[in-house]
């Protein structure tokens, strides 16, 4: 009879056992299919982020660059605007600067 008691006993310790296990198991590939899931969906946002970042950094680079003719003729006015400002054109012109060196 104490044999019968203790086989049944360690039956019962070896089907909680197995049980728990299960249980182990279960809570383990839960945890993994979460995990994964947050992966997904971090993966995701930073791609839209990215997507976001690059479509305003196009957006900004459209508006800097512009029509490239536009911003030569622009600066060719500034160019000539500051020169005439500064008076070189009068001091330096090419004739003056003939003279000077025709003299040396």
């Known amino acids: 009879m104490e044999s019968s008691r203790r086989q049944g006993g360690i ?3 070896l089907a909680a056992e ?6 182990v198991n279960a809570a383990r590939n839960a945890k993994l299919a979460r995990l ?3 992966k997904d969906e971090a993966e995701k946002e930073i791609a839209e982020y990215r997507a976001q970042v690059e479509a305003e950094f196009q ?15 622009r600066l060719a006015v500034e160019t000539d605007a500051k ?3 500064s008076g070189w054109r009068r001091r ?6 003939s003279r000077c060196c025709s003299t040396m």
């Open 59 to 73: 957006k900004k680079v459209l508006e800097s660059s512009g029509d490239s003719g536009s911003n030569v003729k």
């Open 92 to 97: 330096g012109s090419p004739t003056t600067l």
């Open 18 to 23: 197995q049980e728990a296990q299960h249980i």
């Open 83 to 85: 020169i005439e400002h």
């Open 36 to 38: 994964k899931q947050a």
């Open 11 to 13: 039956q019962q310790l």
